[in-house]
């Protein structure tokens, strides 16, 4: 009996923990669920195409161009999905309207439901233009040269389309909105000419190839594969992958920046073309130092960027090595000299040549050929 009052016991609490248990799960599964479905409601409310009505098309004319946009059902929002260029010769800077039948515009660009069949198939750029190859990372795609030379966007925007500005030929200046949180597939894809983008303080990247083939933007270019899903941020015009703590881009027009303290790593591209004449770096940064128009390593003592200006550059006695990662502003530069101390390696003089073809090189106090 008594063993049988300890069985009964113990099947008595394994139940009572087991009830418990399954309590405990169901709860759990759901306020995931709760959280799942708020979220996709948060994120994707905007993109379904019964949040617009549309059944009536709206236009407006300003500054040859013609805006084609939908109103939300509640009538407070609008999305422009399309522009026609009405000039196609001169060179045209679009402003965006920030209102549609005085909606505030939260919407720009291309949306698959709006269309059927091979039209679904194949996302379209702002003003039309089909982007049949866009997916194709190791295919430059064909660039339509449009009359467009810069978009500025209106900061009511908080959503974007595929391939928005891709494939644009001439186009070399957007201003995106600050309230935009993410980019998607092809955004700038294959537009080779843009020289400079604002893009809003954080955001992230959505697929790989948002900025693939944009040559006017070297660092942005040669990273765009590994951007997928990382957060970047926008200030000082250089943009930095705080996931990956890295410098990818200054934009090229830029003529001083400030290094924050969050930068681990300066990837080389990130300063191609630019012709910077101030570069500081923010006392808290434990990475990277200047000295004598010298930006370099700290660890390494590798120099990363010579700019500023003058003929003659005598090498800071900080730097004890350098190679062919080096990056040397396109001021013009007719001298180097470099201490004995330094190690050189790889095509170490190859960026010195680049835009400094006569340029003479001394190490040792013997001239370089």
């Known amino acids: 009996m008594i063993n049988g009052r300890v069985n009964e016991s113990k099947e008595s609490d394994f139940m009572k923990m087991k009830k418990i248990l399954v309590s405990m799960f169901l709860l759990f599964f759901a306020l995931c669920l709760k959280a799942n479905v708020s979220n996709a409601a948060e994120i994707s409310a905007m993109e379904r195409l019964d949040y617009w009505d549309v059944s009536k098309e709206y236009t407006i004319t300003n500054q040859d161009a013609t805006y084609h946009a939908y109103l939300s059902k509640d009538k407070k929002e609008s999305w422009i999905f399309t522009v026609d260029l009405l000039d196609k010769k001169k060179m045209l800077d679009i402003i965006i309207p920030q209102k549609i039948e005085n909606a505030p515009v939260v919407r720009l660009g291309y949306s698959a439901d709006l269309y059927q069949g091979e039209e679904a198939a194949w996302p379209q750029n702002l003003f039309g233009v089909t982007m049949f190859d866009y997916c194709d990372a190791d295919s430059r795609p064909t660039l339509e040269i449009l009359n467009v030379k810069s978009v500025v966007m209106p900061d009511t925007i908080r959503e974007m389309g595929s391939c928005t500005f891709g494939a644009m030929g001439n186009l070399k200046y957007i201003h995106l909105s600050d309230k935009l949180t993410s980019l998607k597939n092809g955004t700038f894809f294959g ?179």
């Open 191 to 369: 537009s080779k000419d843009i020289k400079k983008i604002d893009f809003p303080a954080k955001f992230r990247v959505e697929a790989a190839n948002v900025f693939g083939y944009c040559d006017g933007l070297p660092g942005l270019a040669h990273e765009t594969k590994y951007l997928k899903n990382d957060t970047l941020t926008f200030s000082g015009n250089m943009v930095i992958n705080q996931t990956e703590k890295t410098l990818i881009q200054v934009m090229p027009d830029t003529k001083k920046i400030t290094i924050p303290k969050s930068v681990k790593w300066i990837e080389p591209t990130a300063l191609k073309n630019t012709s910077l004449k101030t570069v500081k770096v923010s006392k808290k940064n434990k990475y990277f130092a200047v000295h004598k128009r010298c930006l370099y390593r700290k660890a390494e003592k590798e120099l990363v960027y010579v700019f500023g200006k003058g003929s003659t550059l005598t090498l800071s006695k900080k730097i004890k090595q350098i190679s062919e990662d080096v990056v040397v502003t396109k001021a013009k530069l007719k001298k180097l000299i470099i201490s004995h101390k330094v190690k050189r390696y790889n095509n170490w003089k190859k960026p010195f040549v680049k835009n400094n073809k006569k340029i003479k090189i001394y190490y040792r106090g013997k001239r370089v050929k």
